[in-house]
């Protein structure tokens, strides 16, 4: 059976007025469920934390210093699982939650017991939820981005489960030769088996709102699928039933191979 890591961002869960994008979530709990009973092992991976935590404070932005936006995470973390849970349970599904430090895989024994928790839950039908542990690891370089993007962590934890495909769902369809958003001639890399400088420099964001840019992340993560022989597709978390017409073979997104 196939493995699969599904991960998706704040912006396919949190509507733009800050509302929880409970479709978003409801499609998201069908579709895996779905997979999982064709026969798929499957692993999500959620942002999202502090966008729902900030909905149930009624907060209209992030607060300043990152140990309350630790709090506001921890807050939502919680929110948001219940919700997963309610929405999988809806569908007969059993889910979990694995939190999780990006460190996980410099301590041999964090990183087997995760292997372990991993397995037992897949032979199990469990779904887990992956979510990094916001409370205790907090990258201050990301913050100046965005809060607890999971891009890095469903990377590691694809190789940690020894996963076939990484499925990044993001607001963009794909990694073109240029920022879509604005340059409107930007061309879509269908297939990417290596990643070069000039992907790079692509992705560099000089369109996007703080020069690193969240394709920047995607790359990396891309890379490092890429030197675990796996594979990852990046595509639109707009529908989740996207996943459906991927794993029927269909050419969608951008596929790093
Ligand atoms: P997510 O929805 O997964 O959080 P991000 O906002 O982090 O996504 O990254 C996606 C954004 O990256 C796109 O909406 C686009 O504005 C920007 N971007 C910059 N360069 C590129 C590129 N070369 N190809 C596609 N998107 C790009």
Known sequence: SKRLVIKVGTSSLVLPNTEINLRAIDQLAFTLTSLRQLGYEVILVSSGAIGVGMKVLGLDKRPETIAKQQAVAAIGQSELIKIYTQRFAAYYQQSAQVLLTRDVIDFPTSRQN????????????????????????????????????????????????????????????????????????????????????????????????????????????????????????????????????????????????
């Open 114 to 257: 995760v292997i372990n928790t991993f397995e037992e839950l897949l032979n199990m039908g469990v779904i887990p939820i992956v979510n990094e542990n916001d409370s205790v690891s907090v990258d201050e370089l990301d913050h100046l981005t965005k809060f607890g993007d999971n891009d890095q962590l469903s990377a590691i934890v694809c190789s940690l489960a020894q996963a076939d495909l990484l499925l990044m769902l993001s607001d963009i369809d794909g990694f073109y030769d240029d920022n879509p958003q604005t340059n409107p001639e930007a061309q879509l890399f269908s297939h990417i088996s290596e990643i070069t400088t000039t992907m790079e420099e692509a992705a560099g964001g000089k369109g996007s709102e703080f020069g690193t840019g969240g394709m920047m992340s995607k790359l990396k993560a891309a890379k490092r699928v890429l030197d675990n022989q796996s594979q990852m597709i990046l595509a639109s978390g707009k529908d989740p039933a996207i996943l459906f017409d991927i794993l029927e073979g269909k050419t969608i997104g951008t596929l790093f191979s």
